[in-house]
């Protein structure tokens, strides 16, 4: 159905489909062999179909700052519509510290994400008494709606890199509204390749369930996508109302010529197929020929966004 890849050098692939009816496509834009040449700017495409947001017009709708926060790092942006307004969660380091990540936020000021104006809402808020939440390396935010309650989710280096959930009031989706709970930390083996890692949460829902799928381990071949799954009607901020997957649900050995799936979002297209959009690298970048290779992962640009189309058995999603 769609080419493959999608979108060269777009990792952290993000589609969302808005009230207007067009399709939103937006991801991390590359650095090029090291930190300064790259990672400084949030892109938008909009088209009214899924297919066309691979030939549509790219636009940057903010740019990096040039000293403090915010300036290094721009990573793995997310555009959500939330309470009538566009937000873009998206991560990002400082100039003097480049590894001093954290979650932050925009807010469209008007109708049109692509043209109007964005507002800086600054560095994601913890709850009042909750003195843990975004003091660490801590990045790709997502966001979803469930019975009428809204809730983030993000990845938090406390330890290990492990994958946090609280609630948020839509009328102000950068602040935390509760304590946030542990959703699932670096257990087996898949999870602990060169890193200890759990990111870049992703949320599926269906009538009866709702999944969380993440990526594991370093960014390389050895990248991997979990799961979680919890009841629709479930207290969502209860732990014990979600299950873990003890083995991954896609990997490199599932894919032919493509080396390290993960940091997928979902999204229906206009035919109503549900698709799955994620990033994996060529098969060549373990063998040095890429293209673009880099010895440091997050520095070769050859993460490039695909799609695939997404089918259900009796009991989880099970990719086509």
Same mark, same amino acid.
């Given at each position: 159905m769609?080419?493959?890849?999608f &979108?060269?050098?777009r990792?952290?692939?993000?589609i969302?489909?808005?009230?207007?009816n067009? *399709?939103?496509f $937006?991801a991390?834009?590359?650095?090029?062999?090291n930190?300064?040449s790259?990672?400084d700017?949030?892109?938008l495409?909009? +088209?009214e179909t899924?297919?066309?947001?691979r030939?549509?017009? =790219?636009k940057?709708?903010?740019l990096?700052h040039k000293?403090g926060?915010?300036?290094?790092?721009?990573?793995a942006? =997310?555009?959500?519509?939330?309470?009538?307004?566009w *937000?873009?969660?998206f991560?990002a380091?400082?100039?003097d510290?480049?590894?001093n990540i954290?979650?932050?936020?925009l807010m469209?000021?008007?109708s049109?994400p692509?043209?109007?104006p964005?507002?800086?809402k600054?560095?994601?808020?913890?709850?009042?008494?909750?003195t843990k939440s975004f003091t =660490?390396?801590?990045l790709d935010?997502t966001?979803?709606e469930?019975?009428g309650?809204?809730?983030v989710?993000?990845?938090?280096?406390?330890g290990d890199?492990?994958?946090?959930m609280?609630?948020? @009031?839509p009328?102000?989706p950068?602040?935390? &509204?509760s304590m946030p709970?542990?959703?699932?930390?670096?257990?087996y083996?898949?999870?602990?390749v060169?890193?200890?890692? @759990?990111e870049?949460?992703?949320?599926l829902?269906?009538d009866?369930k709702?999944f969380?799928f993440? +990526?594991?381990?370093?960014t390389?071949?050895?990248y991997?996508?979990?799961?979680?799954?919890a009841?629709?009607?479930?207290d969502l901020?209860?732990?014990?109302?979600?299950?873990?997957?003890?083995e991954?649900?896609?990997e490199?050995?599932?894919l032919?010529?493509?080396?390290?799936p993960?940091h @997928?979002?979902f999204?229906?297209d206009e035919n109503g197929?549900l698709?799955?959009?994620?990033h994996?690298?060529p098969? +060549?970048?373990?063998?040095k020929k890429c293209? $673009?290779?880099?010895?440091?992962v997050?520095?070769?640009?050859c993460?490039?966004?695909?799609?695939?189309?997404v089918?259900?058995?009796n009991n989880?999603p099970?990719?086509?």
């Amino acid at each position: 159905m769609y080419p493959n890849p999608f &979108i060269p050098e777009r990792a952290d692939p993000y589609i969302v489909k808005g009230s207007d009816n067009f *399709y939103y496509f $937006t991801a991390s834009y590359p650095a090029y062999l090291n930190v300064d040449s790259g990672y400084d700017r949030i892109i938008l495409r909009r +088209s009214e179909t899924v297919m066309g947001l691979r030939d549509a017009e =790219e636009k940057a709708i903010w740019l990096a700052h040039k000293n403090g926060n915010m300036a290094k790092h721009i990573w793995a942006p =997310e555009i959500h519509f939330i309470s009538g307004k566009w *937000y873009i969660f998206f991560a990002a380091g400082d100039s003097d510290n480049i590894w001093n990540i954290r979650p932050y936020v925009l807010m469209c000021k008007g109708s049109d994400p692509l043209n109007d104006p964005w507002e800086e809402k600054g560095k994601m808020q913890a709850s009042e008494n909750d003195t843990k939440s975004f003091t =660490e390396f801590s990045l790709d935010m997502t966001y979803f709606e469930n019975n009428g309650k809204h809730f983030v989710i993000w990845a938090e280096k406390l330890g290990d890199s492990s994958l946090f959930m609280a609630e948020i @009031n839509p009328v102000e989706p950068w602040k935390l &509204i509760s304590m946030p709970i542990l959703l699932t930390k670096p257990e087996y083996d898949w999870e602990k390749v060169r890193f200890a890692v @759990n990111e870049g949460a992703s949320v599926l829902k269906t009538d009866e369930k709702i999944f969380v799928f993440f +990526s594991a381990s370093g960014t390389g071949e050895e990248y991997c996508m979990g799961m979680l799954f919890a009841d629709i009607n479930s207290d969502l901020m209860k732990p014990s109302s979600w299950t873990k997957l003890s083995e991954p649900v896609l990997e490199t050995k599932d894919l032919t010529d493509e080396a390290g799936p993960g940091h @997928n979002s979902f999204v229906a297209d206009e035919n109503g197929k549900l698709l799955l959009i994620y990033h994996a690298r060529p098969a +060549s970048h373990a063998d040095k020929k890429c293209g $673009t290779f880099c010895d440091e992962v997050l520095y070769d640009p050859c993460r490039h966004a695909r799609i695939k189309e997404v089918k259900f058995d009796n009991n989880i999603p099970l990719l086509k």
